[in-house]
């Protein structure tokens, strides 16, 4: 057998590699603590589960979903007015998505061509580099350095690699670095992006999970926005749907047009009753929105607060599910710190090589237990011993 030579881009995912980890330990009967997968264990509120379990039940709604309902298209519009302050036309600047991930790998089919550039953080979310890894784009990676407070210097951009890249994609607040951007940071994206002819994507999933009274809105707030990108959102941590795979690309109507006609040639839709549930979801009580953020912020403070007092100090994440610690003194590979941290103590992490080259010294840590879960872990670490480790 034969196959494509694009594939040679890729290696086996870190998350498979985990879960086979995981499910050995888990075989010879031990119990883990596992931080490394992005999954939220916080269930979508009521009246989004009743609103889908209904139309669950509407035998017209197995149908193919084909195109956006019109209410959901509506609602999202709705949703950005009164959440962001930003005025969606329904028609031409919204296009959902089967999850945000799903957008993010195909959408720089719509844009790229085999070897453009397109400019992505370092570290990133692995999608943002795959994603235009699939469609044959040359990649160039924008550090976002710790001394920068991860914040991506446009100006460190070479001249000829900017007058060549055909898009960018951004993300604050930040998986897996945990940071918000400032508003100049923004400011001066918009006026690169104008300058170089680049069509900007800005992934805006963690938006509500900001902690210590800080806000975040959206990157199509600011002036001429627009006219450069779009935004990807997603309902997945904020409402629990993490699993029905709801995502929206909002914006710029040329990008999204491109887009909405590459998925028309890819699949049918979002299923009809995940399309109540959503509506049901940004037009209902937000209440459970709020108890959301409160829990992935108390599940911050007991996991970087835990292990401070044990010795692994890190700075605390201004927002996201996720935690961006430096690797314990006496580790220099972040794949081998993961691989003794599990053995020793069924704890397991993502290594934080995987997000990009400078991502290595690093691990990311997923506020996706319970407190009593992640009180457990921060237990086990100390009792290891692998903190005072002169490997």
């Known amino acids: 057998m034969k196959f494509a030579n694009r594939m040679d881009r890729f290696g086996e995912g870190v998350f ?36 889908l379990s209904e139309a669950c039940l509407v ?20 949703w950005y007015a009164r959440r962001y302050g930003v005025e969606l036309n329904p028609e031409t600047e919204i296009c959902s998505l089967l999850g945000s991930q799903e957008g993010l790998a195909h959408i720089a089919l719509s844009i790229v061509d085999e070897g453009d550039v397109v400019l992505v953080p370092d570290p990133c979310y692995p999608v943002f580099a795959d994603g235009p890894s699939l469609a ?48 100049c940071f923004y400011e001066e994206l918009i006026a690169f992006a104008k300058k170089y002819d680049i069509i900007v994507l800005h992934d805006n999933a963690y938006s509500e999970l900001v902690f210590d009274g800080r806000t975040c809105g959206s990157f199509l707030c600011f002036p001429g926005a627009r006219e450069v990108g779009v935004e990807f959102n997603s309902l997945s941590k904020t409402y629990g749907l993490a699993g029905a795979r709801v995502g929206f690309c909002v914006g710029n109507k040329e990008v999204v047009s491109h887009l909405k006609t590459l998925k028309s040639n ?45 010795g692994w100090k890190m700075e605390k994440p201004e927002g996201t599910m996720f935690v961006w610690a430096p690797i314990p003194a006496g580790f220099s590979d972040s794949m081998e710190f993961v691989k003794t941290l599990f053995e020793k103590t069924g704890v397991l992490v993502t290594p934080g090589s995987a ?18 879960a992640i009180a457990l872990a921060v237990q086990r670490i ?5 903190l005072k480790s002169e490997q």
């Open 16 to 51: 498979s590699m985990l879960a086979q980890m995981k499910k050995k330990k888990l075989e010879e009967g031990e119990m883990i603590v596992d931080l490394s997968i992005g999954a939220p264990n916080i269930a979508p509120a009521p009246h989004i589960l009743k609103a």
């Open 59 to 78: 035998p017209e709604n197995y149908l193919y979903a084909i195109q956006d309902q019109q209410a959901l298209l509506e609602a999202v519009s709705d």
């Open 136 to 183: 044959g784009a040359e990649l160039y990676y924008m550090p976002q350095r710790e001394e920068n407070h991860y914040i991506i210097d446009l100006k460190e951009i070479p001249e000829e690699v900017a007058q060549k890249a055909k898009f960018m994609i951004v993300s604050y607040p930040n998986n897996p670095t945990a940071v918000l951007a400032p508003d």
């Open 266 to 310: 890819m699949d049918y839709g979002m299923f009809l009753p995940i399309q109540k549930a959503a509506i049901a979801a940004i037009t209902g009580d937000q209440s459970c929105v709020a108890s959301t953020r409160a829990a992935y912020e108390g599940r911050r403070d007991c996991l970087c607060d835990g292990l401070a007092s044990i």
């Open 355 to 372: 997000f990009g080259p400078s991502g290595e010294g690093h691990v990311r840590m997923a506020l996706v237990q319970d407190e009593d």
């Open 382 to 386: 100390d009792g290891s011993g692998i």
